[in-house]
């Protein structure tokens, strides 16, 4: 299946089902801005308000046959198989905190930065979420055009493939290279000092070669929450 057969069939046929799966308050699909760099085709990422509920239609962190009974969440279960390579695919059930928000969750037409963050060796999941949040973020709140910033930690660490998913949006993609560069590049060494001092800091509890990133252009493709912060997997 090529690339565009594969966004074709997403959007137009998987999307519709996606939408109504059971609990899902939120639900967005980020398309690459250079198919050719991108390390994924894209990404899907469904909202749900509590844990349970996600558990009930997506199955656990642990499992990739889960097989709901009936409803949407068995037909969009069934429906993978005809476009995606499920042992290919990572995904992580995770909670959203938002670190900053120029946006009010309009999101549609941005660009996003996803990085799948592995932490560096030696250091403990505690260790790494305590650095990220308390040195990192403060610093990457100021990366120059970052409209928003969200950070996804996985619910359950020990059975998750990342430490977590850092998610920054910017305005264009001028924008998003600008500050945090190419997709193509994972050894960008910005000029701006508010752009400078993130990226001097990954090496400090990042594995980088271990990092999946991905920059696209979002679009909701449904929204009925009530509160920015929940639970999402990607």
Do not use: C
């Amino acid at each position: 299946m090529s690339h565009d057969e594969f966004v074709e069939y997403w959007q137009q046929n998987h999307t519709p089902i996606a939408r109504e799966i059971e609990g899902v308050v939120r639900y967005q699909t980020v398309l690459p801005a250079d198919p050719e760099a991108a390390e994924f085709d894209g990404l899907a990422e469904l909202y749900f308000d509590d844990l349970d509920d996600l558990y009930a239609a997506l199955g656990s962190e642990g499992s990739r046959d889960y097989d709901p009974a009936k409803g949407k969440a068995k037909q969009a279960r069934e429906d993978v198989d005809n476009f995606l390579d499920i042992d290919r695919r990572p995904r992580i059930i995770g909670e959203e905190t938002v670190e900053k928000d120029e946006t009010g969750g309009d999101t549609t037409g941005l660009y996003k930065h996803s990085a799948f963050l592995v932490r560096k060796d030696g250091m403990s999941h505690d260790e790494f979420l305590d650095h990220w949040a308390n040195t990192h973020v403060p610093l990457a709140r100021e990366i120059p055009g970052v409209v928003r910033y969200a950070r996804v930690v996985p619910t359950d660490p020990e059975n998750a493939e990342f430490d977590g998913i850092a998610e920054l949006y910017f305005e264009s993609l001028d924008a998003l290279r600008a500050g945090l560069g190419h997709e193509s590049s994972r050894d960008y060494d910005p000029d701006d000092p508010k752009a400078k001092a993130p990226r001097e800091d990954v090496d400090n509890f990042l594995s980088i070669g271990d990092r999946p990133r991905f920059v696209g252009q979002e679009t909701v493709q449904k929204d009925a929450t009530t509160k920015r912060d929940g639970n999402v997997t990607e």
